[in-house]
């Protein structure tokens, strides 16, 4: 029986006291060609149980599974090995079913874990303090973005060509509706950062700038020089990190200056699962930690003199302050943020740097291995475990081609920006430690055979 509590009467009340006519109203600011207009295509309107679940296996069978290929994809979402203790334990009954902690004197244990969690991602990141989370790297760019507005009450934020488009699509979504100004690029296939250009485009009416560590296409730079040139002016430097294991290897941003640091948690305890859900990660310098987003839990003693866990600030948030909160983030993505200090705390720091030293050594056997190809350029002057390919021919196309050979070979430039001529031939390559010596074999045959 389908659960229809609403009358049309009831309906035309509440449409009536928005002030629109009718529900589609309420999605003008979704584009046209986005909206579904129908049915489904080819979804019956009915169908028993055994009929969808037969259904539903003939669709998964057309995926192409990231363990059964060669598997070179990245751009901001990586393939790790997780070990078979992290879903064993966030799948007891005590994670599973817990809820974010709105009553923490009754969820010491969520509380502790994320305390600890917080402890991982403010050391990871070289900052302070951090939150209990975020939804994910790009709201948690965005939130980073609103706060610098808050701290140096200017509205004018410029992005590095070399962030992740999709972090980018983010911010401007959002600031459509804050009157933020956002300055943006596209990358250029160069060997170093676009750190001297984001230089000299600081002023006075900058409230922040924003760069990737490693870049979209997995170049590293020093950030101290930027992070000096934003403080000289008064604005914030923003970093975001789409691939934490590197930070197993190179220096954390807040080590170099950043003021907020933000990222995608998904590389470290939470697999692909085809898009989500991740975890974001935020951090920042403790006398911003007022204007910080999120949930935030703190330590404390009890009357009996004994450890215990609060909500830290948490008059921040939208259930309490509504309209005047920090953000409109009231929750966390909790059990993908245990799945982080899980993995964190087997890995250890000594797991980590063993873990990002093996992607880094797989990432430059393949680079080497690719580029004796013709027709084949690396890019970059340095990476971590990702880096980009300059083709001989255009790499959408290429990478469809490779597919078909049975290798998922990489994410194309033209995917990412369409209608960028200069960036059609570039391909982004990440090598995890899953990829083996008989993965990049097969990556450089099928490659061969597809520029040929």
């Keep these: ?41 080819g979804l019956a309107d009915h169908a028993s149980e055994l009929a969808v679940e ?44 817990s809820y974010t902690p709105y009553q923490p004197e009754i969820a010491q244990g969520t509380l502790q874990a994320l305390f600890e969690f917080q402890t991982q991602v403010a050391r990871l990141y070289g900052c302070e303090v951090a939150n209990a989370s975020m939804y994910d790297g790009s709201t948690a760019c965005w939130e980073a973005i609103a706060m610098a507005g808050r701290v140096t009450r200017r509205k004018k934020t410029i992005l590095s060509g070399g962030l992740h488009p999709h972090y980018v699509s983010t ?38 700038v924003v760069v990737q560590y490693p870049d979209i296409l997995g170049r590293i730079g020093n950030l101290s020089e930027l992070a000096a040139r934003c403080h000289a002016e008064g604005a914030l430097l923003i970093v975001v990190v789409t691939e934490p294991v590197a930070l197993g290897a190179i220096k954390g941003p807040g080590e170099m200056g950043a003021d907020i640091v933000v990222g995608e948690g998904q590389s470290i305890g939470v697999g692909l699962n085809f898009g989500g859900p991740y975890v974001g990660l935020f951090a920042t310098r403790e006398k911003y930690v007022r204007q910080m987003p999120g949930r935030l839990c703190g330590e404390t003693v009890d009357a009996a003199g004994k450890r215990g866990f609060v909500l830290t600030l948490s008059t921040r948030e939208q259930h309490i302050r509504r309209e005047k909160a920090t953000s409109n983030i009231c929750t966390n993505a909790g059990l993908c943020a245990l799945a982080f200090t899980i993995h964190m705390t087997l890995l250890g720091e000594k797991g ?15 680079a080497e291995r ?22 001989s021919k255009e790499a959408r196309p290429a990478v469809r081609a490779l597919a078909e050979a049975g290798v998922l070979g ?27 010596d008989e993965d990049i074999g097969a990556f450089a045959k099928a490659l061969e055979g597809v520029l040929a």
């Design 171 to 208: 911010a401007k979504t959002m600031a459509k509706f804050t009157g933020d100004v956002l300055e943006t690029a596209v990358p250029s296939l160069d060997a170093a950062p676009d750190t001297g250009s984001l230089i000299d485009r600081i002023d006075g009416e900058t409230s922040a």
């Design 410 to 436: 990489g994410v194309s430039l033209g995917r990412l920006y369409p209608g960028e001529a200069d960036l059609a031939n570039g391909l982004i390559v990440a090598v995890t430690e899953t990829v083996t």
């Design 54 to 97: 037969r259904h539903m296996r003939g669709l998964a069978r057309q995926n192409m599974v990231a363990g059964d290929v060669p598997f070179f994809l990245g751009a901001g979402a990586y393939r790790h090995h997780i070990p078979a203790s992290v879903d064993h334990l966030i799948q007891r009954g005590e994670f599973l079913t």
């Design 370 to 391: 690719l580029t004796q190809l013709p027709g084949v350029e690396l890019v970059n002057d340095s990476f971590f475990n990702e880096f980009t390919l300059k083709l």
């Design 1 to 41: 029986m389908r659960y229809l509590p609403l009358s049309d009467h009831d309906r035309r009340d509440m449409l009536a006291a928005v002030g629109v006519k009718s529900i589609d109203d309420l999605f003008v600011d979704v584009p046209e060609a986005a909206r579904l207009a129908g049915t489904i295509e």
């Design 352 to 366: 980590l740097r063993q873990l990002a030293a093996a992607n880094h050594a797989r990432a430059v056997a393949a």
